[in-house]
């Protein structure tokens, strides 16, 4: 009996072509969304910016526009048209409206793929610490709130004031990747990837997102003991 060949296992580092993809970036005029949203249209994506106040995000898109020599495309928009005009959406607002706006907005999200970077901390005398979330972390909720999005998580360790900064041409760090869908991590991966000098890596599923987020606390206590703008570096791969 002829043996059937084994299957073809596909290589991680392949990626798909996300240069034609539109980016609505929710919370895109704090410093957080704003970084990325500069970064990726810097890259060549074209950006939405989302906020609760649409004539804001038009504000912040037309700053980072001026900023960059008028050659990026961003736009601005509250953040329900944001999520309806965009392919994919990252979601960096902060934690203390998270869910109440994707529930608000999840039929503007329905079939996307949402990105959350969002790290639910809080802060006391003793510095950065991670806060308990019922459903197990921010991506989570996210997914528990978007049935009918594919969601990942993704971005959490980014210094915001690195992605803002003119002089910093070059960003050296990886960007761990979690989530339950295969091509949507790869769609992850592949917009870190636009940015240079980072690397999308996928990390594990959406339940490893919680170990993720926390690390963010670490990473606040290390920069402010060395006064550095600390990131994750991924060894052997």
Not at 30 to 45: D, E, H, I, K, Y
Not at 103 to 124: Q, R, T, Y
Not at 183 to 196: C, W
Request: aromatic share 4%.
């Amino acid at each position: 009996m002829t043996e059937s060949p084994a299957p073809q296992t596909r290589d991680p580092r392949e990626l798909p072509d996300v240069s034609g993809l539109v980016v609505g970036v929710l919370g895109g005029t704090g410093p957080q969304g704003r970084g990325l949203a500069r970064r990726l249209a810097m890259a060549g994506q074209t950006v939405i910016l989302g906020s609760r106040d649409a004539a804001r995000a038009s504000a912040a898109a037309t700053e980072l526009r001026h900023a960059d020599g008028g050659a990026v495309r961003v736009d601005g928009a509250d953040n329900f048209e944001c999520a309806r005009r965009a392919d994919v959406v990252v979601v960096a607002v902060p934690w203390e409206g998270h869910g109440a706006l994707l529930a608000d907005i999840a039929d503007a999200l329905s079939d996307k793929v949402v990105i959350d970077c969002v790290n639910p901390l809080g802060f006391d005398k003793q510095g950065a610490y991670p806060l308990p979330v019922p459903e197990g972390s921010a991506a989570q909720q996210a997914a528990a709130l978007l049935q009918g999005s594919r969601v990942v998580g993704a971005f959490h360790h980014v210094s915001a004031v690195l992605l803002l900064d003119p002089l910093v041409d070059v960003l050296d760090l990886d960007v761990l990747v979690v989530g339950d869908d295969r091509g949507a991590t790869d769609i992850a991966q592949a917009l870190a990837a636009r940015i240079t000098g980072f690397r999308g890596v996928y990390a594990g599923r959406l339940r490893n997102a919680h170990q993720v987020e926390a690390l963010t606390a670490n990473l606040i206590s290390m920069n402010r003991r060395y006064k550095i703008h600390a990131g994750v570096r991924i060894t052997d791969i």
